[in-house]
């Protein structure tokens, strides 16, 4: 059975760091695309970041500069970490998996990962 379980989210006022960790099982995150969504109150659910197996990486403007889409394959895990956090950075944060390799990066809709997990929360304050 696929599972992804973020951690890490947490309140940090403007100009912090956080770092959200993204643990699979059943899954090998190696060979696989991953990715993370967001979604604040009331607003659309959006790409943060995604990563291909050969570590090549994308980001949505917004956070580009500031934000950081890594993986460990010893731990199975993936990680995004967030730095100058601000106030509009507050939102749910899922992690995102995919198996097909295809295309990887141009993958920028949640319903074209195959699983996702229940997400971790982050807000920051000004």
């Known amino acids: 059975q696929v599972q992804l379980v973020e951690s890490g989210g947490g309140s940090v006022q403007a100009g912090g760091s956080l770092r959200l960790s993204c643990t699979a099982s059943?899954?090998?995150?190696?060979?696989?695309?991953m990715g993370w969504f967001r979604q604040g109150s009331g607003a659309e659910r959006e790409p943060v970041a995604s990563i291909d197996p050969n570590g090549y990486t994308r980001y949505t403007d917004p956070v580009k500069g500031r934000f950081t889409i890594s993986r460990d394959v010893t731990k199975n895990s993936l990680y995004l970490q967030m730095n100058s956090l601000k106030p509009e950075d507050t939102a749910m944060y899922l992690c995102?998996?995919?198996?097909?390799?295809?295309?990887?990066?141009?993958?920028?809709?949640?319903?074209?990962?195959?699983?996702w997990g229940q997400g971790t929360h982050v807000t920051v304050s000004s």
């Open positions: 059943g899954y090998t995150t190696s060979t696989a695309c």
């Open positions: 995102v998996a995919d198996p097909d390799q295809n295309s990887c990066l141009s993958r920028w809709t949640f319903r074209s990962y195959r699983s």
